[in-house]
Structure formats: C-alpha cells, structure tokens
C-alpha cells in the first residue's frame, strides 16, 4: 500500500522550520504495512497545492497532507481542497462547538476568523482535533484516500496515533511489518557488511538488511514483511541473533536505542554510576544522558569546565599541566577525569575537551 505525504506552508520552504512531520508520519506508516511513495512540499498557493494533489493521485492511494488550516488569509488549504473536490463550504456544527469551547475556557472572545475553523467541504468526513481550533479532514475519493491535518507536530501527532492509523488499518487489508534494530560501534559499515556477507545473502527474500551509518555507529535493520506477525517476528529475531553471534565484539545494544541509553542500560544492570566532565561540549554529554527517563540511578552529574580556573577548582586539574600541555590535551583530560571520580565519587566518568570553533577554545 503506497502513500504520499504533502507538506503545505511556504515557513518549510524558506527554512523557517524544519519538517519534522513527514520523518514522523513515514515512520509510523510504516509500522502499519504503508510505504511512503514520495514526500513533497509546497508553497501556500492553491495552483501548486492542486498540482501536488493531481501528481500524488495517480502514484499512491493515500495522500496525507499537513499545514495550512490556520484561520489567517495565507492558510489555504481548506479553501483549496473545496475546489479541488468540488465541495462547497458548509460550518460543521460540533466543530464550532469545540471552538467555542476552547475559547470560553482561555475566556477570550471569538471572531469571525475563529469561527471560520469550522468550515468544512461538504462531503468529507470530519474527524475533531481536540488539541486545536482546525478540524482533520477525510476524503474518499475514486478508491483513494485524502486526509488534510493541521501541520502543528502535536495536533498532527494525536490525530495520527488516535484517529488517522487506526482508520486506515480498518480501510485497507494490510501486511505487517517487523523490524530489529542491532546497534553497533567501533566499525565502519563496509567491515561490518563484509563479515556478514554470507548471512546477508542467505536472507529469506521477505526480510532485508539496511545499514545505517552515523559517526562511530553503525544500526543494522532488519525488515520483515507478510501476514503473520508471530511467525515474521520469530524469523527476524533468529535471523538477528546469527548476525549478533557474528560481531557480538561490536554490538552495543539490541535494539533501536541511542547509544546514551545503551550505555545507561548496561551500567545499571551492572549497578554502576556515572559523571561528566566537559569542557567544549558545554554539557551535552549530560543533556544525552539526562534526556532518558531513570538515568538518574546511574548519571550522578557532572561539571561544566571550560575556563582554566574552572578546571583547576572544579576538576583539581593542575596549573602546571593546563599551562605546560593546553586545555586540549591528553595530559589535560586525563586530569579531568580523575578530578570528576575522585570529587563526584562515580565509578566511571566521561572527560571531554577540543577545538571548538574556528578561534579554538
């Protein structure tokens, strides 16, 4: 089953924000049995939005578009998608409701404009947003489906996972679709795809392996597709279990987590805890860590040094080893490390300096 996705608003196309939506939705479409044919976006402007609508029609057979369906004049898209389809306007009562609603409870006026979020094209099925004023709406149309969502990421999200999904497994008799994920480090993605040949090449024709690369990474995926969920699940995690026997010496983790939580994981199962010690990292390093619900029974914390007072006081790093080798030296970090295990009593610490920057620092 192939879909598109249009994102509409001309902020992505002059890189204002980043589309973080189409990642997201392709991700989760994906899981369903959906394969995103083609993502496009385009301008605020009817004549290329019912371009992108004519060219996704005749490759997919699910359009999900996000973007445009704010009250102001450059928000289009519902405007747009009434022509399109040739269906008039008409104010969906229970959507106005919930926009008055969400007003009496911020006990702030309503204005015309406010009011408009309730129009809808006559003829498509109206699904209520109840994290905002825009409704989403669902067209069937000749056997295809066209869905237009509010394109703020946690409006889209919530109509996605509660409405949109749950929708379309019910519309189409999809296939599932496994995937195990085996994080690896220490080697590049051609070593590793070398010493793995033979089992690649032996894959049943339904499962494959993609390798993704990312600096001192590498995740090895594997991707089942068919109608039994139990039985591809069993293939996948033998299939994996082979390649983990193969380079176990690398594998860090198995499963599709950062390597921050696969280090976390493996510390707290070992009953280990952990500090930082950064310098032009500026307590990212921490940020990682923290970022991860539990770390706090492994990352104790860490300091933030990167002024050589800060390093001496902080880190008891010694002036004679900052002023003889430089901030970013071996001698330096060595230093810092034994400053953070000594002063924020953890098993292991994580020391960082470097050039940051053209001017050094």
């Given amino acids: 089953m192939l879909a598109e996705i249009i994102t509409i608003g001309d902020e992505i196309l002059i890189g204002q924000?980043?589309?973080?939506?189409?990642?997201?939705?392709?991700?989760?479409?994906?899981?369903?049995?959906?394969?995103?044919?083609?993502?496009?976006?385009?301008?605020?402007?009817?004549?290329?939005?019912?371009?992108?609508?004519?060219?996704?029609?005749?490759?997919?057979?699910?359009?999900?578009?996000?973007?445009?369906?704010?009250?102001?004049?450059?928000?289009?898209?519902?405007?747009?998608?009434?022509?399109?389809?040739?269906?008039?306007?008409?104010?969906?009562?229970?959507?106005?409701?919930?926009?008055?609603?969400?007003?009496?409870?911020?006990n702030?006026?309503?204005?015309?404009?406010?009011?408009?979020?309730?129009?809808?094209?006559?003829?498509?099925?109206?699904?209520?947003?109840?994290?905002?004023?825009?409704?989403?709406?669902?067209?069937?149309?000749?056997?295809?489906?066209?869905?237009?969502?509010?394109?703020?990421?946690?409006?889209?999200?919530?109509?996605?996972?509660?409405?949109?999904?749950?929708?379309?497994?019910?519309?189409?008799?999809?296939?599932?679709?496994?995937?195990k994920t085996i994080l690896t480090i220490g080697q590049g993605e051609s070593f590793l795809a070398q010493q793995i040949e033979d089992l690649e090449d032996a894959l049943p024709s339904h499962i494959k392996l993609a390798y993704l690369p990312k600096l001192g990474q590498v995740r090895l995926r594997l991707s089942a597709i068919g109608n039994d969920e139990v039985a591809l699940k069993a293939e996948v995690n033998f299939q994996a279990q082979k390649i983990i026997e193969r380079v176990n010496t690398f594998v860090a983790a198995e499963d599709?987590?950062?390597?921050?939580?696969?280090i976390l994981d493996l510390m707290k199962i070992n009953g280990l805890t952990l500090s930082t010690a950064e310098s032009c990292t500026g307590g990212y390093i921490a940020h990682l860590l923290t970022q991860h619900a539990g770390s706090s029974v492994v990352f104790a914390g860490g300091a933030v040094a990167y002024s050589y007072d800060l390093k001496e006081s902080i880190l008891g790093v010694r002036?004679?080893?900052?002023?003889?080798?430089?901030?970013?030296?071996?001698?330096?970090?060595?230093?810092?490390?034994?400053?953070?295990?000594?002063?924020?009593?953890?098993?292991?610490?994580?020391?960082?300096?470097?050039?940051a920057g053209p001017d050094g620092g």
């Fill in 17 to 106: 924000i980043v589309d973080t939506n189409s990642a997201w939705m392709g991700k989760e479409l994906n899981k369903i049995g959906i394969s995103v044919k083609q993502i496009t976006s385009v301008s605020d402007n009817a004549e290329h939005i019912i371009e992108a609508l004519e060219e996704a029609q005749k490759r997919a057979n699910i359009i999900l578009i996000t973007g445009g369906l704010g009250p102001t004049k450059d928000d289009i898209t519902k405007l747009t998608l009434s022509k399109y389809f040739n269906m008039p306007l008409r104010r969906d009562a229970e959507t106005l409701a919930h926009v008055e609603g969400l007003f009496a409870k911020l």
């Fill in 108 to 179: 702030r006026p309503m204005i015309d404009l406010n009011r408009r979020q309730a129009d809808v094209p006559d003829g498509c099925t109206v699904i209520q947003n109840k994290n905002g004023t825009a409704p989403c709406m669902w067209f069937d149309v000749d056997g295809k489906i066209i869905v237009s969502m509010p394109g703020v990421p946690f409006e889209m999200m919530y109509l996605m996972e509660d409405e949109i999904l749950p929708r379309l497994q019910k519309a189409f008799k999809l296939p599932f679709i496994v995937h």
């Fill in 319 to 355: 002036h004679q080893t900052l002023t003889e080798f430089g901030a970013v030296s071996e001698q330096t970090v060595k230093e810092m490390a034994e400053g953070a295990i000594e002063h924020f009593k953890t098993d292991y610490t994580i020391a960082v300096s470097g050039i």
């Fill in 256 to 262: 599709d987590v950062p390597l921050e939580k696969a």
